[in-house]
């Protein structure tokens, strides 16, 4: 919380409102649906409603708790929260017009400040307990992805998979699915972000696995791409292309080289096979209480990479009628080059 408060010295504002949830969390603790944290520069605040009274009560670390009932968090910030403040900081990003409106109309005569990535630049380097907590989500999800193989046979449906894998993320240990899985056959594949569909597995059809899960809040996230039988000879070629472009990013990862130029890097070798039209999104992003969250890696970030930043690494390639490959990893970035937290094999399967 100390970090957080040195920046309302710098004058730019008096008080800072943080209105986006997994915010409230790294700061506070706090778990609930429904809560703003107010910093000042010796002080706390964490303003919820009364069905977290006790919740908050167990997990907020550092603040005073404001329980705001029978009225609206704007309306409680004015009763008294707000005294001595002429500037306030909001969460330009995280918070719509409508909120900010009633905001500015509520409060007046403060003057609302937006600000960007105030705590984004914070999250971006992690303590050694976010990096272990990652760790463990991701130690469920691939012990997850090899009890999946033995039910990838001819006749199932993508749905039932992703089922599968969300039961039984949270039977190994797991909150929850760190987003809804993803799984693909066929030529299905091709979809970046597909959703499962009744579509059956038959033979000789690529599958697509891409899901994590949660450990004390914090994200996991694996794809990657196999065969039932035999694979065509476009796929393989494909997938040696994949395959060869992410041991290049996870071998040149490292602090201070600019996201920009990791991503051109993998994205040469891709042009370089002839499937550069097919790689349409960025190289990877930043992993932690957000699936996507800084740093991006991506030809628009040109930013240098932190130490400490846990990233993605998936490059894919997806030829719509063919289909796609992806392969994603979990990595920490150091200065000597990269930690690869996950450790599920790459080279290709033929099930």
Not at 2 to 10: E, S, T
Not at 155 to 171: D, K, N, S
Request: hydrophobic share 40%.
């Amino acid at each position: 919380m100390r970090m957080m408060q040195r920046m309302l010295h710098d004058d730019v504002c008096d008080a800072l409102l943080v209105t986006h949830l997994p915010h409230v969390r790294y700061l506070s603790g706090f778990t609930g649906s429904s809560g703003w944290l107010l910093l000042r520069k010796r002080s706390a605040v964490l303003l919820t409603d009364p069905r977290y009274r006790e919740q908050a009560a167990r997990e907020v670390r550092h603040a005073r708790i404001h329980i705001v009932s029978g009225t609206t968090m704007t309306t409680a910030l004015g009763h008294g929260l707000l005294r001595t403040v002429d500037r306030l900081g909001v969460e330009a990003a995280h918070l719509d017009y409508v909120t900010f409106d009633n905001l500015r109309t509520s409060l007046r005569p403060v003057r609302l400040v937006p600000m960007i990535d105030a705590v984004e630049d914070l999250r971006a380097r992690k303590f050694p307990d976010e990096i272990a907590a990652v760790r463990r989500a991701v130690r469920i999800s691939e012990r997850v992805w090899h009890e999946i193989l033995p039910l990838l046979q001819p006749g199932v449906r993508e749905f039932e998979i992703a089922a599968e894998i969300t039961y039984r993320q949270r039977l190994h240990g797991a909150e929850g699915d760190a987003f809804p899985p993803i799984v693909l056959f066929g030529t299905r594949t091709s979809l970046i972000h597909g959703q499962p569909s009744a579509a059956r597995l038959r033979n000789g059809q690529p599958v697509l696995m891409d899901f994590g899960c949660r450990v004390n809040g914090y994200a996991s996230d694996l794809t990657r791409t196999v065969f039932l039988g035999k694979a065509s000879r476009r796929l393989r070629e494909i997938y040696i292309a994949v395959l060869e472009a992410q041991a290049l990013g996870r071998d040149a990862i490292r602090a201070g080289l600019p996201a920009a130029d990791l991503d051109r890097l993998v994205r040469r070798h891709i042009e370089q096979q002839g499937f550069g039209p097919y790689f349409e999104h960025g190289l990877g992003h930043g992993l932690g209480l957000e699936v996507h969250e800084r740093p991006s890696l991506s030809w628009r970030n040109t930013q240098p990479l932190e130490e400490g930043a846990v990233v993605t690494i998936e490059p894919g390639v997806y030829v719509p009628g063919t289909g796609g490959v992806r392969i994603e990893d979990d990595v920490l970035v150091t200065s000597d080059g990269a930690v690869t937290l996950s450790r599920l094999p790459r080279e290709l399967m033929e099930l």
